[in-house]
């Protein structure tokens, strides 16, 4: 079993940042593909980015590709969201995925069939 904690969130400016953190437990966490995905209210949650056990390969969204990076300590067992030029669209609650397969599905989906999830955190993106 993998748990997950999200930190990080709060209320930001347009055109601010904000960096999010995931602490993920286990000894086998740099055998797991990690990511993010967010829920605004009345909307389906949506794929952000991902990032490969190794850390070498990444996928972003169209709507954040040059805004956020997505990095990983596997010897800190947390994986990062920086998140750059913050729009009001960004917000959302922003979940923590882990899932011990590639990465390559998770593109554009919903995360329909990713095993370990956040409990979430909430970014606010004031206009």
């Known amino acids: 079993q993998v748990q997950l904690v999200e930190s990080g969130g709060g209320l930001v400016q347009a055109g601010g940042s904000l960096r999010l953190s995931c602490a993920a437990s286990g000894r086998s966490f740099s055998s797991y593909s990690m990511g993010w995905f967010r829920q605004a209210p009345g909307k389906e949650r949506e794929f952000v980015t991902a990032?490969?056990?190794?850390?070498?390969?990444?996928s972003y969204a169209g709507s954040v590709k040059g805004r956020f990076t997505i990095s990983r300590d596997n010897a800190k067992n947390t994986v990062y969201l920086q998140m750059n030029s913050l729009k009001p669209e960004d917000t959302a609650v922003y979940y923590c995925?882990?899932?011990?397969?590639?990465?390559?599905?998770?593109?554009?989906?919903?995360?329909?069939?990713?095993?370990?999830w956040g409990k979430g955190t909430l970014v606010t993106v004031s206009s």
């Open positions: 995925a882990a899932d011990r397969g590639g990465i390559i599905s998770w593109y554009g989906s919903s995360g329909q069939g990713i095993d370990y």
């Open positions: 990032i490969s056990a190794s850390g070498t390969g990444t």
